[in-house]
């Protein structure tokens, strides 16, 4: 798709008392609105990254966001709403543990696979039966989706393949003169996308970890399985967004090192003295704890840290905007540190594999 669409920008204010309420009627949530009923796709903010939205109930619509973003149409698409009452557009069944789990987490960072409607477009399940549907905790969303009146399906606002956006500016970075509008809500919150878990078998399964934790999922439902799809290098048919390609990635070669401390070290320091040798400009995706380290290393031209291993929500925050900024220091070599696979750790996991392209060295 060539870029020769005008971007509108609305920059809206979300710090209000009853935000929702109050942001449904202002200006510029209801002329974004009235693109999203006119089937364009509007980029807008929610609590983990930004979307890119449009009719979920219209084919027309969902095919500007695949030549926007240049996804494949075999990758389906989370479906947003703003209220329960639209859940009988868009599904034809609510199991008692989706029931659960929606009084649990919604608003919030959580997607449920759910029988799907033959009122949702066809594109937005890339043909199969069941359909993703979230809530999202950002009073923008929910004031947008609402004014709109229809659900919104939406991506990632980011071109296929890159870091997700995490603020207006990566968004139009990526897509402008590509999509109608971006609706600027600040930056956003999680950071990671939301979790996906399929509730129409028994027990119900993690189809990508996000923002809820098994853990956390396992509190309100009892066990909870992990499908091996979301894992980089999968081959199985999408079930959920996420899970068939490669996402996340700078746009130079990513690797990371896992093993304990030293030795890991060691690994990346070999492996960023190579590339130093063969001319690459090299880069290190780092912690609060070995930023110094690195930052004094001879081999090293680039030290991002994503924040302190102690607080994972932090490293998930910021670890798109990182991920973007390497290619701002055209970074063409970049070794990064591992993390724990417990709690959010999975998530942020799941998100390097990919950025990394499945390329791992153990130390």
């Keep these: 798709m060539e870029r020769n669409v005008v971007t509108k920008v609305w920059s809206v204010d979300n ?10 009627s202002c200006t510029q949530i209801v002329d974004a609105a009235r693109f999203l009923r006119e089937n364009a796709a509007v980029a807008f903010p929610t609590e983990t990254v930004y979307g890119l939205g449009a009719n979920a109930l219209s084919n027309d619509a969902v095919e500007k966001i695949f030549a ?30 989706a029931e659960q789990l929606m009084d649990a987490f919604w608003p919030g960072p959580l997607t449920i696979i759910l029988p799907k409607t033959d009122q949702v477009a066809s594109l937005v399940t890339a ?101 091996p799809s979301f894992q980089a290098g999968a081959s199985e048919t999408p079930r959920a967004p996420g899970m068939k390609y490669t996402h996340y990635a700078p746009e130079g070669e990513m690797w990371l090192v896992d093993g304990d401390e030293e030795p890991v070290r060691e690994k990346m320091g070999d492996m960023l003295r190579e590339a130093k040798q063969h001319g690459r400009k090299t880069g290190v995706l780092a912690t609060t704890e070995t930023s110094d380290y690195w930052q004094a290393h001879p081999d090293v031209d680039v030290v991002l840290s994503v924040g302190s291993r102690s607080d994972l929500g932090e490293v998930a925050h910021q670890l798109y905007a990182v991920l973007r900024d390497f290619d701002h220091h055209n970074a063409q070599f970049i070794v990064g540190e591992t993390f724990s696979r417990e709690g959010l750790g999975m998530a942020v996991m799941n998100r390097l594999e990919k950025a990394a392209g499945g390329r791992i060295q153990h130390a």
Aim: proline share 9%.
């Design 15 to 24: 710090d209000v008392e009853n935000a929702v309420e109050k942001l449904q």
């Design 68 to 97: 926007a973003k240049g996804r494949p149409s075999d990758n389906p698409l989370i479906v947003h709403i703003a209220t329960k009452k639209q859940l009988s557009t868009v599904t034809s069944d609510i199991p008692a543990k």
């Design 127 to 227: 043909g199969l039966d069941s359909v993703g549907v979230r809530m999202p905790n950002h009073p923008v969303a929910l004031a947008l989706i609402a004014a709109a009146g229809v659900p919104i399906a939406a991506p990632s606002a980011n071109r296929s393949g890159r870091p997700s956006p995490t603020t207006a500016a990566h968004v139009l970075a990526d897509l402008e003169g590509r999509v109608a509008g971006v609706v600027d809500g600040g930056a956003t919150g999680v950071g990671l996308e939301s979790t996906v878990i399929d509730v129409t078998i028994e027990p119900p399964v993690i189809l990508r970890p996000g923002g809820i934790t098994r853990e956390q999922l396992e509190e309100v439902i009892g066990p909870v399985d992990l499908d």
